[in-house]
Structures are given as structure tokens and as C-alpha cells.
């Protein structure tokens, strides 16, 4: 896909889908689609098309998927194809990193399927997801600006929670790991915080650095998992002391413990217990006296 104006002059208007979007067929035989504010208006099928009034193109999938694109295409207001494709195109900047067609139309299906909700008064629920700012600083960061730049280019107010929607996006687009290995980890990672946060009877202030210290942490214990080089030692001195001193956070480590082997087969060994309990124990003293930390 290219995102940005090409060089070469298009062979023509194959198809006006409305006036700002035309369908061209390249040289290769590919259906191009053509955007630009009002490039498509009182346009002929033979006419030439000034290549300076492109602001967007995109080469369609065939089939299905593509009769798809070039539907959404039609009938998203252009407003919101131009806010979206404007969003993208710094992301792309700031991640360096192509983002791609694909990850363009999603944004720009899931923009307008947002923008009708809201028009008739839905809000669409997305669960909590802190972990979200913490693993991902600089696609949190990159989402965070294209909700701004298309609120404020649509002259529409977003929901905050778009910043997760589009850094999901952004996660798909920018990490190719095999066997969903990001995802997979990010979920199992969430499940340990949902285990901390029933096994304390408190919600974890995401905001603070110990939850991000015990997050990072998590996240590399897993990593540890999947490379099998977990920490260990031969003394066990100091994982007893700190069972025994700190015994809520003993008993979710141990319920960690049991999650992991049964999501990995991988039994953890007392010394990655022993660091799982101390960070435990730091959010349990964090949160301790603040009417229970639940909301």
C-alpha cells in the first residue's frame, strides 16, 4: 500500500465512488483507490486525473475483503477517512513504522462505528487496561494522539477509552510475533493482575511506580517462561521469611504460581515466588488504609 502521493500520473478514472473517492486501475492491473476532497466531482470515466489533487491512495485486495474496503470507502463520510488518514500518517512517523493499509480502513471502520453509537446515544464499554500505558509507553503515547488529532479535525468529542481501542490497533499493525506471543502474554498478564486485586480485596492504583515496577516485572517472568531461564537459587532462606511475614501476598503468589502451570506446564521455582510475593506485598502497603482501594 502507499499512503502517500505517487509520483506517476494515474491512468484514469476506472470508477467515481462519490466526490472525493475514485476507483483507478494501475498498470499491473490493480484497482487502486484514488481520495482526495472533491477529486471524484463531475469526473468522467476517460477523464485524466490531476495527480496533484490525490491525497491518499490505496491498492484493494481482491475479492471479498476488497469489495468490503471499496464499500466503506463509499459511505464513510470523507470527514472521517481525511481525520483518520491525517492521524495515521503522523503514527506512522512517530512509531517509524508502516502502519498499512489495513491498519488504516480498521481505524477508519472502527472511527465511524464509534461516531454512529455516539449519535445515537451509546457508549461502547472497554474493560480496564493500565498495563496497556505500561508495556506499550509509545503506542499508548501514538494512540493517545490520534484520538486527540481525530476529535479535533471531526470537531467531535472521542471517549478517553479510544486510546485503548487504537493502541490494540497499533499492536496488531507493529508486533509480527509468531503465535499471537504479545497478546498471549498481555492476557496471561492480566489475569495475574485481576488475581492481585481479588486476592487483596482492593483495585491496584495503576498510576503508581510500584504497579508498574510489579508489571514489568510480570511481563518479564513470562518472557522468562518462554525463554526457560527462570531465576533460581540454592538458598530458600529468604523466600520462608517472606511467606511467612506477608502471607496475602504469599497466598497470591501461590495462586499465580498455580495459574502459570496451568496455562504454561512451567512450575515456578521459590525464588521467582519469592519476588512475585515482595511486589505483592509493596501494592498490598501501597493501597492498605485507603477504604479498601475498591471502587
Same mark, same amino acid.
Given at each position: 500500500?502507499?499512503?502517500?502521493?505517487?509520483?506517476?500520473?494515474?491512468?484514469?478514472?476506472?470508477?467515481?465512488?462519490?466526490?472525493?473517492?475514485?476507483?483507478?486501475?494501475?498498470?499491473?492491473?490493480?484497482?487502486?483507490?484514488?481520495?482526495?476532497?472533491?477529486?471524484?466531482?463531475?469526473?468522467?470515466?476517460?477523464?485524466?486525473?490531476?495527480?496533484?489533487?490525490?491525497?491518499?491512495?490505496?491498492?484493494?485486495?481482491?475479492?471479498?475483503?476488497?469489495?468490503?474496503?471499496?464499500?466503506?470507502?463509499?459511505?464513510?463520510?470523507?470527514?472521517?477517512?481525511?481525520?483518520?488518514?491525517?492521524?495515521?500518517?503522523?503514527?506512522?512517523?512517530?512509531?517509524?513504522?508502516?502502519?498499512?493499509?489495513?491498519?488504516?480502513?480498521?481505524?477508519?471502520?472502527?472511527?465511524?462505528?464509534?461516531?454512529?453509537?455516539?449519535?445515537?446515544?451509546?457508549?461502547?464499554?472497554?474493560?480496564?487496561?493500565?498495563?496497556?500505558?505500561?508495556? #506499550? %509507553?509509545?503506542?499508548? =503515547?501514538? /494512540?493517545?494522539?490520534?484520538?486527540?488529532? $481525530?476529535? &479535533?479535525?471531526?470537531?467531535? *468529542? @472521542?471517549?478517553?477509552?479510544?486510546?485503548?481501542?487504537?493502541?490494540?490497533?497499533?499492536?496488531?499493525?507493529?508486533?509480527?510475533?509468531?503465535?499471537?506471543?504479545?497478546?498471549?502474554?498481555?492476557?496471561?498478564?492480566?489475569?495475574?493482575?485481576?488475581?492481585?486485586?481479588?486476592?487483596?480485596?482492593?483495585?491496584?492504583?495503576?498510576?503508581?511506580?510500584?504497579?508498574?515496577?510489579?508489571?514489568?516485572?510480570?511481563?518479564?517472568?513470562?518472557?522468562?517462561?518462554?525463554?526457560?531461564?527462570?531465576?533460581?537459587?540454592?538458598?530458600?532462606?529468604?523466600?520462608?521469611?517472606?511467606?511467612?511475614? #506477608? %502471607?496475602?501476598?504469599? =497466598?497470591? /503468589?501461590?495462586?499465580?504460581?498455580?495459574? $502459570?502451570? &496451568?496455562?504454561?506446564?512451567? *512450575? @515456578?521455582?521459590?525464588?521467582?515466588?519469592?519476588?512475585?510475593?515482595?511486589?505483592?506485598?509493596?501494592?498490598?502497603?501501597?493501597?492498605?488504609?485507603?477504604?479498601?482501594?475498591?471502587?
Amino acid at each position: 500500500m502507499s499512503q502517500r502521493r505517487e509520483g506517476s500520473r494515474p491512468a484514469g478514472a476506472h470508477k467515481v465512488l462519490n466526490n472525493n473517492v475514485v476507483i483507478t486501475v494501475d498498470g499491473s492491473g490493480r484497482e487502486r483507490v484514488l481520495m482526495g476532497r472533491g477529486l471524484g466531482f463531475g469526473l468522467k470515466p476517460t477523464d485524466e486525473i490531476d495527480p496533484t489533487r490525490v491525497e491518499k491512495t490505496f491498492v484493494l485486495d481482491a475479492g471479498a475483503e476488497g469489495d468490503r474496503e471499496r464499500q466503506m470507502l463509499t459511505d464513510v463520510p470523507y470527514e472521517v477517512i481525511e481525520a483518520v488518514t491525517r492521524a495515521v500518517d503522523d503514527a506512522d512517523r512517530t512509531l517509524g513504522h508502516a502502519l498499512g493499509r489495513r491498519f488504516t480502513i480498521a481505524v477508519i471502520d472502527h472511527v465511524q462505528f464509534v461516531l454512529e453509537r455516539l449519535d445515537q446515544g451509546v457508549r461502547i464499554p472497554t474493560a480496564r487496561m493500565p498495563e496497556l500505558r505500561v508495556l #506499550y %509507553p509509545h503506542e499508548f =503515547a501514538a /494512540a493517545e494522539t490520534m484520538a486527540a488529532q $481525530i476529535a &479535533a479535525h471531526l470537531d467531535r *468529542e @472521542l471517549p478517553a477509552e479510544e486510546a485503548v481501542f487504537l493502541t490494540m490497533h497499533l499492536l496488531n499493525a507493529t508486533r509480527d510475533e509468531p503465535n499471537g506471543t504479545a497478546a498471549l502474554l498481555f492476557r496471561r498478564l492480566q489475569h495475574i493482575v485481576t488475581v492481585v486485586e481479588s486476592g487483596l480485596g482492593v483495585r491496584l492504583d495503576a498510576e503508581s511506580a510500584d504497579y508498574a515496577r510489579f508489571i514489568l516485572h510480570i511481563q518479564f517472568l513470562l518472557q522468562r517462561l518462554v525463554n526457560k531461564s527462570m531465576l533460581d537459587s540454592d538458598d530458600s532462606s529468604f523466600y520462608e521469611f517472606a511467606s511467612r511475614s #506477608y %502471607p496475602r501476598a504469599a =497466598a497470591c /503468589a501461590d495462586q499465580i504460581t498455580d495459574y $502459570i502451570h &496451568a496455562a504454561t506446564g512451567s *512450575e @515456578l521455582t521459590r525464588e521467582e515466588k519469592l519476588y512475585i510475593i515482595v511486589h505483592v506485598e509493596r501494592l498490598s502497603q501501597r493501597v492498605s488504609g485507603a477504604d479498601g482501594g475498591a471502587t
